[in-house]
Each structure stands twice: as structure tokens, then as C-alpha cells.
């Protein structure tokens, strides 16, 4: 089952999102602003719905994994097109494949 089909966002953004409010004790602000600072602009409202419906699945989940995908990662760099304009979307996985943390950027960055 698909819990995440039908949504505007895809679903690596809407698990960080989550995580970020469930792991470091954030406000819906901070990880708007968290969010858009890796260039992905969501409402904070939008952000709320989402704890509210994924918040104890992705706990529950993350429990699981009992903390292993943070000794064991990976980096991944890829160059899409949004809107007719080329990014760099960066994504860090666990050794399961699931997506800890993004970042989306216009221009590469070398540090």
C-alpha cells in the first residue's frame, strides 16, 4: 500500500520533513524554513498535516531501525531539470536506501 500516492510533494520530502519534527523537537516554522533553505518551499500548515498523518507510521518505522541508518550512509548527487532550469539534488542514504536528508541547489556546491 502507497500511503503517500496522490500528494504534491514526493515522499523522500514529506519523510524529512516529519523526521526533522519528530527527531529534533523542531516547530512547523523551523522546518519550513529548514525545508526551503534546501530549496523546497512548503507551507508550514502543510507541514502539520503531514505529522498528523504520517508522524506515528514513520515512528513506529524508525523505532525498527533502531538508530542503524546513522552509522552506515551514503551521498548521492543528481543533476534534474525543474521547469526548464538544471539543479543539483542531493540526497544522503541509509544502508537500507531510505532518505535521511536532501538538498536541492542551483548551482553546484563544492564544500
Known sequence: MNHFKGKQFQ???IIVA??????YNLSYREVQEILYDRGINVSHTTIYRWVQEYGKLLYQIWKKKNKKSFYSWKMDETYIKIKGKWHYLYRAIDADGLTLDIWLRK????Q
Open 107 to 110: 548551482k553546484r556546491d563544492t
Open 11 to 13: 515522499q523522500d520530502v
Open 18 to 23: 516529519v523526521g526533522y519534527y519528530l527527531r
